[in-house]
């Protein structure tokens, strides 16, 4: 696995999405995450196809991170099933994934 | 390759995004298909610049099922040359991928 | 690495970003740049959570290309530390990788 990662979340609405973005974050578990766009969700749920709208997360952390911030996202979402995964950076210019790496190291004595 | 993929698509327009987007989940193509954004493209196309507002689509599947979802795409597609391609899924909670999986298997006798 | 990618970066407001996007584009450092939506973002920055409006741009290239677009980029980009990243396209309909490929490939005699 890519040691750096996105990881893309949807929540039901921009409240949600605010309230996992800045928890994962006061938290180190993403040095960033970004309010990307409200978005249109057609999917399968129980046998029937569903739409909804929801807002799109993106989160920048560390492959090593990644169950953890799954973790403390499901804890603050609505969602039975709620879509968490990670996309690798396959490249990144040296100081900006110097960042994601410190910002998301865990506080001395945490 | 990974084992499941997003496959990022942009459409001319928010109706032909909408259509593609029912048409793979009801085929089960993808698992689900979201409408992101409009967006603008700035782009190469025979010797000269380009620029067109689009519609950015993301949709969830598997790897296995990509060249299935790629071909029902174009026959929705109004381009000659579609923008469709996968990023791979390194990381996710296993019952998000687990929902990817059964909800792109093919119907019984299907 | 893949041998195509999709570049991620953020620019502070709609006009840095179309500026980077023209430009790119202009030197065939990447097939195409997309405008992708206004976000919010929330991050840490020397020692203190901030949130700022930003606009996200995906552009496509090929991971050879990937330092020297980095390098444009940065010329252009009034961050200390901006966002530049690249995540790999694993699957992709041919004729779309072979125009990333033309697209990006240096101008004769340039």
Chains 1, 2, 3 share one sequence.
């Not at 766009?37 to 999917?43: L, N």
């Not at 749920?45 to 929801?54: C, K, L, M, S, V």
Request: cysteine-free; proline content about 7%.
């Amino acid at each position: 696995m890519a040691e750096f990662v996105e990881v893309h979340v949807t929540a039901p609405d921009r409240d949600v999405a605010e309230r996992i973005a800045s928890a994962v974050v006061a938290e180190r578990l993403a040095a960033a995450a970004q309010l990307v766009a409200p978005i249109t969700s057609v999917y399968w749920w129980r046998g029937e196809i569903n739409q909804a709208d929801e807002w799109l997360l993106f989160m920048k952390t560390t492959a090593e991170r990644f169950d953890e911030l799954a973790a403390a996202i499901r804890e603050l979402h609505p969602y039975e099933v709620p879509q968490i995964f990670a996309v690798p950076l396959v490249a990144g210019t040296p100081d900006y994934l110097e960042w994601i790496r410190r910002e998301t190291a865990p506080e001395p004595g945490a």
